[in-house]
């Protein structure tokens, strides 16, 4: 999904990993042109377009949430594209819908489920990626199997999903 001039928000340990994989990203797919990174206290200095800015919804390394709505009017006030990190944040907080791409993972939040990775989009991909794993249309025409177990015990969660998220925030 991410490509051309790209801007991480930079809010703590996991945002340095957003930006460290976009950067890994960039040497061997070429997609991204140019990728920078500017604190969050920072980000009303943003005046250029970028063709994405990401960031992670919560830092957990120091108890920091983003202003996702603010952030949201950022990215389109400079014409970009949001790619929010949510794996700290799915099932708990709020807004997630205001991303044009959102992915979580692991199970740091209340639908984070163990073993599995999840991405929802509002556009469609277009880079071509030279790995069965990581190319999205490998999941999109289900070639390969994916955590439908897990997926499944939501059925359960999803009936008492207030109770949950009281409990953990």
């Known amino acids: ?5 790209v801007l991480v928000v930079s809010t703590g ?8 994989i976009l950067k890994m990203s960039k040497k061997r797919y070429g997609y991204i042109k140019k990728l920078e990174k500017l604190e969050y206290e920072d980000l009303n200095k943003v005046k250029k377009k970028y063709n994405w800015i990401c960031a992670c919804y919560t830092e957990t390394s120091k108890g920091f949430k983003i202003d996702l709505k603010k952030l949201k009017k ?3 006030k400079s014409y970009s594209n949001l790619f929010i990190d949510a794996t700290a944040s799915i099932g708990i907080e709020d807004n997630h819908n205001l ?6 993972s692991s199970c ?4 984070g489920l163990t073993g599995a990775c999840f991405v929802g989009y509002n556009l469609k991909p277009t880079n071509k990626i030279d790995s069965f794993m990581l190319d999205i249309n490998s999941h ?6 994916g955590p439908y177990h897990i997926i499944a015990s939501l059925y359960e969660v999803l ?3 207030k109770e949950f998220k009281y409990s953990v925030v």
Do not use: C, E, Q
């Open 99 to 104: 991303a044009d791409v959102i992915s979580f």
């Open 140 to 145: 999109i025409n289900k070639i390969m199997t």
């Open 74 to 76: 950022i990215s389109k």
């Open 13 to 20: 340990f996991y945002s340095d990993r957003l930006y460290s």
């Open 108 to 111: 740091k939040s209340l639908f």
């Open 159 to 161: 009936k008492k999903y």
């Open 1 to 5: 999904f991410v490509k051309g001039n």
